[in-house]
């Protein structure tokens, strides 16, 4: 049985590594706030929408220093900051976006986030009318789960009733845990399984992954974390080889630390609050929520997937899609299958 050393790194935290969510949390200035003022005012001016906008717009020396700075946290650090907070008082959703979409593409690239080509994904409960919604359109609990990109932001434009907390857990903490006490289940997560592309491929490829996705991977020192628990599921499923009961339980103690107390921190998003973190050493899921009956008061948020330039090593087997980071846009879409992040 191969022996895997603990990872000792900014990006291994628990619960109790914060005393106070100030720790975590950067503020804008009124300077910078100011430079977000004139970029909307051109919005405005200029009618600018998110099919128009340009790089050209963002002018705001000031943000871009912020960003900047907090980037390294990101990256190299504990793998998330939460940015609070935009005036969502004063500025319309789409001005919101707008400026939101302006720290991605300060960043990096915003990248499309599905096979309709979608770069900033809308997260609301859509169940009511449309049975068919993706699991992050609908008002219940997704289990935790990675996305398929290096940064994923959030931007919060209305919050929920009650519930819809944003649990966060670090990826490295649950690597070593798992290492610490079942190695041999470790030693599974590293070779890992095929994955369903859900009908997102595109034309040409093969509807599930030819190779194994590995959920854990280490590139010159560097570990990763790729986990979406349905698409390994539904694999199995199509190929008719159901998961063994180690594999099962592997699956499991993922999800199981994720969801401990001492390993998470439920983020309460606020109107206005952005939480950007790292996809592959930070662990996300959704708690249901109850939803305010007056429509725009429905809980709303903006998903962003941002890749940087030379952001991490990571192998190339972890890529679900043919696009490193991304889910390529297709002209024709399948929209047979449901994203789901369930499990159990």
């Given at each position: 049985m191969?022996?895997?050393a603990a990872?000792?790194d900014?990006a291994v935290?628990?619960?109790?590594?914060f005393?106070s969510?100030e720790?975590f949390t950067v503020h804008?200035?009124?300077?910078?706030?100011?430079?977000m003022?004139?970029v909307?005012?051109r919005?405005?001016?200029?009618?600018?929408?998110?099919e128009t906008v340009d790089n050209a717009l963002?002018?705001?020396?000031?943000?871009?220093?912020?960003?900047v700075?907090?980037?390294?946290?990101?990256?190299?650090?504990?793998?998330?900051?939460v940015?609070?907070?935009l005036?969502?008082?004063r500025y319309?959703?789409?001005?919101?976006g707008?400026l939101?979409?302006?720290?991605?593409q300060t960043?990096?690239?915003c990248?499309?986030?599905s096979?309709?080509?979608?770069?900033l994904?809308h997260i609301r409960?859509?169940?009511?009318?449309?049975?068919?919604?993706?699991?992050y359109?609908?008002?219940y609990?997704?289990?935790?789960h990675?996305?398929f990109t290096?940064?994923?932001?959030?931007?919060?434009l209305r919050?929920?009733?009650?519930?819809?907390?944003t649990p966060l857990?670090?990826a490295?903490?649950?690597?070593n845990?798992?290492a610490?006490?079942?190695?041999?289940?470790?030693?599974?997560?590293y070779?890992g399984?095929?994955?369903?592309?859900r009908g997102?491929?595109?034309p040409g490829?093969d509807?599930?992954?030819?190779h194994?996705?590995?959920v854990?991977?280490?590139v010159?020192g560097?570990?990763?974390l790729?986990?979406v628990r349905p698409?390994?599921?539904?694999?199995?499923a199509?190929l008719?080889?159901p998961?063994?009961?180690?594999e099962?339980?592997?699956?499991d103690?993922?999800?199981?630390?994720?969801?401990?107390?001492e390993?998470r921190l439920?983020?309460r998003?606020?109107p206005?609050t952005?939480?950007m973190?790292?996809?592959?050493?930070v662990?996300?899921?959704r708690?249901p929520?109850v939803?305010?009956?007056e429509?725009d008061?429905?809980?709303?948020?903006?998903?962003?997937?941002?890749?940087?330039e030379?952001?991490?090593?990571?192998?190339?087997e972890i890529?679900?899609?043919s696009t490193?980071?991304?889910?390529q846009k297709r002209?024709?879409?399948n929209?047979g299958?449901?994203?789901?992040?369930?499990?159990?």
């Amino acid at each position: 049985m191969a022996s895997y050393a603990a990872i000792n790194d900014p990006a291994v935290w628990t619960a109790s590594t914060f005393k106070s969510p100030e720790e975590f949390t950067v503020h804008f200035s009124a300077a910078e706030l100011e430079e977000m003022d004139r970029v909307v005012e051109r919005i405005r001016a200029d009618q600018i929408t998110i099919e128009t906008v340009d790089n050209a717009l963002y002018q705001w020396p000031l943000v871009t220093r912020k960003l900047v700075s907090i980037y390294p946290d990101v990256k190299s650090g504990r793998g998330f900051v939460v940015l609070g907070t935009l005036p969502a008082d004063r500025y319309s959703k789409e001005e919101l976006g707008l400026l939101y979409w302006g720290f991605g593409q300060t960043l990096g690239k915003c990248a499309s986030q599905s096979s309709k080509g979608d770069r900033l994904g809308h997260i609301r409960d859509m169940s009511a009318t449309d049975p068919g919604a993706r699991a992050y359109q609908n008002r219940y609990e997704l289990n935790p789960h990675t996305d398929f990109t290096d940064i994923v932001c959030l931007l919060c434009l209305r919050d929920a009733k009650t519930g819809g907390e944003t649990p966060l857990a670090s990826a490295l903490q649950i690597h070593n845990e798992i290492a610490r006490t079942r190695p041999d289940l470790l030693e599974i997560l590293y070779r890992g399984f095929r994955n369903h592309r859900r009908g997102e491929e595109q034309p040409g490829d093969d509807p599930i992954t030819p190779h194994r996705v590995p959920v854990f991977s280490s590139v010159n020192g560097h570990v990763s974390l790729r986990f979406v628990r349905p698409y390994i599921e539904a694999a199995a499923a199509e190929l008719g080889e159901p998961l063994t009961a180690l594999e099962t339980e592997a699956l499991d103690l993922v999800q199981d630390l994720a969801e401990r107390d001492e390993n998470r921190l439920d983020l309460r998003l606020t109107p206005g609050t952005v939480v950007m973190f790292n996809n592959y050493t930070v662990i996300h899921s959704r708690r249901p929520f109850v939803d305010h009956d007056e429509e725009d008061k429905k809980r709303h948020l903006l998903r962003m997937w941002v890749l940087p330039e030379n952001f991490r090593e990571t192998a190339p087997e972890i890529e679900v899609f043919s696009t490193k980071g991304e889910i390529q846009k297709r002209e024709t879409v399948n929209s047979g299958f449901s994203w789901g992040v369930g499990g159990r």
